[in-house]
């Protein structure tokens, strides 16, 4: 079994946790915090994968399209929050 299959469960289960919680701050831990980031880094190259597959898109292409999706992570995180994502995973 593909590990995101595996591990949707898991994560409905942290979802609906959430949804339940909605109305208070969850107060992540800087780990925690660095896990939720991997978690959505993941599942969006996982469907970013799926349609450059479908579209037969060229390596190059799929490349500088990772490293963007990349950039605009790192930089819309340290626009909302002020925590550089590239200092959390080397120093996290």
């Known amino acids: 079994m593909a590990i ?5 469960p898991i994560l409905e289960e ?3 946790s959430l949804l339940e ?3 208070y ?3 992540f831990t800087k780990k925690g915090f660095r896990a939720a ?6 599942a969006v190259m996982d469907k970013m994968y799926e349609l ?5 898109m060229p390596n190059k292409d799929c490349e500088l399209m990772a ?3 990349g950039e605009e992570l790192r930089n819309t995180i340290f626009r909302f929050t002020g925590i550089d994502t590239h200092e959390l995973f080397t120093n996290g």
């Open 37 to 42: 980031i991997f978690i959505f880094q993941s």
């Open 25 to 27: 701050k969850p107060e």
């Open 14 to 16: 942290i979802e609906n």
């Open 67 to 69: 490293k963007n999706l």
């Open 4 to 8: 995101g299959k595996e591990l949707s």
């Open 52 to 56: 450059q597959t479908e579209q037969e």
């Open 21 to 23: 919680f909605a109305a």
